[in-house]
Nanobody, 123 residues
Framework: QVQLVESGGGLVQAGGSLRLSCAASGRTFSRYAMGWFRQAPGKEREFVAAISISGGSTYYADSVKGRFTISRDNAKNTLYLQMNSLKPEDTAVYYC????????????????WGQGTQVTVSS
């Protein structure tokens, strides 16, 4: 089992940058594929990015490709999401999620979730 805690959200102007972090408990972080998802008010939670257990494979939603970068530091049990060129439509609560071994993009295939961190992008 793994517990996840996100941080790094906040208010930023359009065009700005933020880096989200997701700290994982336990000593088996390197066995979990990780993902970032987001949920805007009145909308369903959607996939943002995912990374394999080694960090060698990554996937991105088309809406963030070229602007966001997912990475992980297995020695620090931490997942990151670097967000550049932020747009007002990126405003949402951002969640990290974990599942054992295999990288997937489907929300319902992740077993563990953090509590979320708010990102607000002003125009």
């Amino acid at each position: 089992q793994v517990q996840l805690v996100e941080s790094g959200g906040g208010l930023v102007q359009a065009g700005g940058s933020l880096r989200l972090s997701c700290a994982a408990s336990g000593r088996t972080f390197s066995r979990y594929a990780m993902g970032w998802f987001r949920q805007a008010p009145g909308k369903e939670r959607e996939f943002v990015a995912a990374i394999s257990i080694s960090g060698g494979s990554t996937y991105y939603a088309d809406s963030v490709k070229g602007r966001f970068t997912i990475s992980r530091d297995n020695a620090k049990n931490t997942l990151y999401l670097q967000m550049n060129s932020l747009k007002p439509e990126d405003t949402a609560v951002y969640y990290c999620a974990a599942r054992l071994f295999h990288l997937v993009q489907k929300l319902d295939e992740y077993d563990y979730w953090g509590q979320g961190t708010q990102v607000t992008v002003s125009s």
